[in-house]
C-alpha cells in the first residue's frame, strides 16, 4: 500500500492505524537521525477482545504489552506458539505472581523493588528460564505510581545483577498531564551511567518525542486500537 505520508494511511482499520504508527515511528527516526529498525513497536493489547488480536496478528504485529498477568493469560496462553511472538509484561507485579508471569512473559518491564527481584530470581530458576528485565523508574516520584524512585535505581540494578538476573533497560511513565521530555530525558541518564541500551518509553500520546529521546521500545495502546473507555468498533478488519 502507498503510503508517503502516514496521515494518508486508512486511519478507519486497524491495520490502517498500524501502518500510520509505523510509518509515524520511521519518520520521528528520521528526524532523530536515527535507524527506524532501532524503535521496537510494542503494541498494548490490555482489555482488547479477541478480534483485535486476530486483526493486529493478521496485519504482522508481533511484539505486545499487557498490564495484568490474569488477563495476559486468558488472551495469549492459547496463542503461545505464534512464531516470533513477544509478550512484555509493562503493568505492576505481585510477588505471589512472580511464577506466573515469567511462565508466560519473554519480558518484565516492570521490576522496581528488591523483593521483586528475590521472587523473579527464583521463579525463573525454578522454571529454567532465561528472564529478561526492564526497571521501571518512578520518574516524576509520584506516591501512587509504581516503579523505583530515581535515587534508588543504581542499588536495585546492582541487586539484580548479583542474583545473576538480566537487567537489559529501563521504563517509564512520566506523570499525567505534564510534558514528559524532562522524564524520559532522566531515564536516558539513569540508562547511560549504568550500562543499559534499552529504553521504554512513550505511549500514544507521546511516542514520537520519546524517540526524539532515546526510545528503544514505545508502547502503544489507544492509537492502534481507539480509546479503551469507548465502544469498539464493531468490525475491525
Ligand atoms: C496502557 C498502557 C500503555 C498504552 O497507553 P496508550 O496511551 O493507550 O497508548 C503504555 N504503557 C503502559 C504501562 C500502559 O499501562
Redesign the pocket.
Known sequence: MASSSPDQANASSLAGRLEMVRARIARACRAAGRAPDEVVLTA?T?TQPPEAIDAILAAGQRVF?E?RVQEAQGRWKGRCAIPGLELRL??PLQTNKAADAVALFDVIETLDRPRLADALAAAAAKAGKPLRLLVQVNTGAEPQKAGVLPEDVDALIVHARSLGLTVEGLMC?PPAGAAPDSHFALLGEIARRNGLKVLSMG???DYETAIGLGATHV?????LFGE?NTPQTPSMD
Open positions: 498494548v490490555k504489552g498490564n509493562i503493568g511513565i505511549m500514544s500520546g508502547r502503544v495502546g489507544s492509537a479503551r
